[in-house]
């Protein structure tokens, strides 16, 4: 096995897995619905209420999965 040249080791995976692949989440949290994001961990806020009820409408009618639970992983 050699070493890298540039001191640079390629990202490691997550010691995490998700059930899910897929990378959005619609989640129905206490504080309301939200995008949620698993390669970030986080929801993805969106402050226009317009906005947010287009953009869960198009992933609704997309087949994104909807959940109670929390959709990610914990935090370390």
Known sequence: MSA?????DPPAEPEWESPD???WVIWNAPTGVMVFDRDTNGPL???DETALEEVL???REA??????????HPCS
Do not use: C, H, K
């Not at 890298?4 to 640079?8: A, E, F, I, L, M």
């Not at 087949?63 to 990610?72: A, C, F, I, K, L």
């Open 4 to 8: 890298r040249v540039d001191g640079v």
């Open 21 to 23: 692949p897929l990378r």
């Open 45 to 47: 806020l969106l402050d």
């Open 57 to 59: 409408s198009g992933m």
């Open 63 to 72: 087949g994104v999965p909807e959940s109670d639970d929390y959709p990610g």
